[in-house]
């Protein structure tokens, strides 16, 4: 289905929103308790 | 933009329950997300009709207090998070890959997990309904210390929150992963039609604005079971802080839920006015301006709770700085029909009716901006008909919309061109009828929230339940004409419509069960 160069981006385009994502939320609650 | 059409391949389509429960098909998927969704909106709308019987006149009658701000509260949390956001989850699986010519989402997989995640959530938001307590009922904002002090039901839609919160952080992180790495070679990013840059947007939402709220339940739930004090004065937290950080996530979830329809309509009308989308560029910066400023307006919801005048000046004017970028787009909706040769089948009208139907809700919203203004009209029924203009006729009848647009290429069949007319005729004389006064209840001064209200509100109230009944019922129209395309009738040609643009169009109708494995050339 994806070519190889599509993988690569799709890896580097999730690794990227995963960290944003768990960044956003752990943030949201330690910035309370800091 | 011309095209190449791709051939189709290895066309079988898996048989039986085992299709629909492991299916990794991007269009399998997004008719589960569509199903889905229309299931939830006819659930939350019995609660509405269980709302608007109890308000059809004064007095206790249909259902005690308690109960009551449970269908209040579990009405819109459905809707919102059960039947209006999976129902565009549902539009972009349909759509986004063909549209950029792509054959399946970036995450096939992953896209399964998305929607299957949805049921069970639901699930629990609804049993929350019989457990000891009954179900969340502090409404949907869930404010402390309402909602600390609730029974088992709030940790229900606590749970209810996180899980349907993970489904669409996860459809997001697909369509974002999808659309910045699977376009067809040609199609850049200003080639995109409208419905892909207004979810890409609205994931980029997604993505920003989910897991604050998570973060803010999570908080409840420590509060309510963890001896935490985030949001208990007496424990040193804050309750308004808690209000801060759901708004924060709050404004940005009113454009998740409205930007993917300026997308599905910006897509209708051109094709019914045969005429290219006009500003194509504009509106893409004035749904990105949309989105930034729906980060830095979170506290217009919350004037009445006290604030330092410079906060109250601030929140202002960025609220109405909104009004700027949303005009743009009404004016291009606009210019683009201006000395178009329309037509003005279902689609276009559903279309016509949300930029007419909308702007009425925009303009209310522009009302309720000034601070000093919304004093009055805070928690008033003046609210309650503000953000059903934005949300019904905004997102919901550019939903029907769609339907009724892309329908043929999904079922393979032209639709029921009159049933789809009584639909929409109903349907909007039916929404006006039930909403519009409230406008005036809410000036008069009745609360929202209440199961009760004095004797001098029941005239509109009434008109308002009989509308009601009649919009609910009016959408059992849409449950036959789907059926009915689905069973059969008149096949529809790989356009459907008369030279429409887009990728979806150079595919036969139904769509192929696989489409573009080879990718097309756009040019």
Not at chain 2, 78 to 106: R, Y
Not at chain 2, 252 to 257: D, G, H, Q, R, S
């Amino acid at each position: 289905m994806a070519t190889d160069a599509q993988k690569a981006g799709i890896r580097k385009t999730v690794t990227f929103l995963v960290i944003f994502v768990v960044a956003v939320f752990a943030w949201s609650i330690i910035k309370y308790l800091i | 933009m011309s095209t190449a059409v791709a051939d189709h391949h290895h066309d079988e389509v898996p048989k039986g329950i085992t299709r629909w429960l492991f299916t990794t098909n991007h269009k399998d998927i997004g008719t589960l997300y569509l199903w889905f969704s229309f299931i939830m909106f006819l659930v939350g709308g019995a609660m509405a009709l269980v709302i608007r019987a109890e308000l059809f006149q004064p007095g206790l009658q249909v259902v005690d207090p308690h109960f009551y701000n449970q269908m209040v509260t579990v009405h819109a949390l459905i809707m919102i998070f059960g039947a209006v956001m999976p129902g565009f989850v549902g539009f972009a699986n349909w759509m986004l890959p063909m549209m950029v010519g792509a054959p399946d989402m970036a995450l096939p997989r992953m896209n399964n997990w998305s929607f299957w995640l949805l049921p069970f959530a639901t699930s629990l938001l609804i049993a929350s309904l019989f457990v000891p307590g009954g179900g969340p009922a502090a409404g949907w904002t869930i404010y402390p210390p309402l909602s600390v002090q609730g029974g088992m039901g709030v940790d229900l839609a606590i749970f209810t929150i996180h899980i349907l919160g993970m489904s669409s952080i996860l459809g997001a992180i697909n369509i974002i992963a999808t659309i910045m790495n699977m376009r067809a070679p040609g199609m850049t990013l200003m080639k995109m039609p409208l419905f892909v840059w207004t979810w890409v947007i609205t994931a980029f939402l997604l993505i920003a604005a989910m897991p604050v709220l998570a973060g803010a339940v999570t908080m409840l739930l420590t509060d309510r079971h963890f001896g935490t004090a985030f949001f208990s004065a007496a424990g040193g937290g804050d309750p308004v802080m808690f209000q801060h950080i759901f708004w924060f996530f709050g404004h940005p979830e009113v454009y998740i839920l409205i930007l993917p329809a300026f997308g599905i309509i910006s897509q209708i009308i051109p094709t019914f006015a045969r005429k290219p989308l006009f500003g194509y560029s504009s509106m893409v910066f004035a749904t990105a301006g949309i989105a930034f400023l729906s980060f830095i307006v979170w506290a217009h919801h919350m004037y009445t709770v006290g604030m330092p005048l410079s906060g109250e000046l601030f929140f202002m004017y960025s609220t109405m700085l909104i009004a700027i970028p949303t005009g743009v787009k009404i004016f291009n909706w606009l210019a683009t029909m201006w000395r178009g040769s329309m037509t003005f089948e279902t689609p276009m009208l559903y279309a016509i009716a949300t930029v007419a139907l909308f702007t009425v809700g925009g303009l209310t919203g522009l009302m309720m901006s000034i601070t000093p203004a919304d004093f009055q009209y805070h928690d008033t029924y003046f609210i309650v008909a503000h953000f059903h203009y934005v949300i019904f006729c905004g997102s919901v009848l550019a939903m029907f919309g769609g339907v009724y647009y892309w329908l043929p290429k999904w079922t393979g069949h032209m639709y029921d061109e009159t049933l789809g007319k009584w639909h929409f005729w109903l349907t909007v004389i039916a929404f006006n009828v039930t909403f519009f006064p409230q406008h005036f209840l809410g000036f008069a001064g009745m609360p929202r929230r209440i199961p009760d209200y004095a004797l001098q509100f029941a005239e509109f109230n009434m008109v308002s339940s009989i509308g009601g009944f009649v919009l609910g019922f009016s959408q059992l129209i849409l449950l036959w004409v789907v059926i009915k395309a689905i069973r059969g009738g008149k096949k529809a040609t790989a356009e459907v419509w008369d030279n429409p643009e887009g990728l979806e169009w150079t595919v036969p109708s139904p769509a192929p069960y696989h489409t573009f494995a080879t990718a097309p050339e756009v040019r």
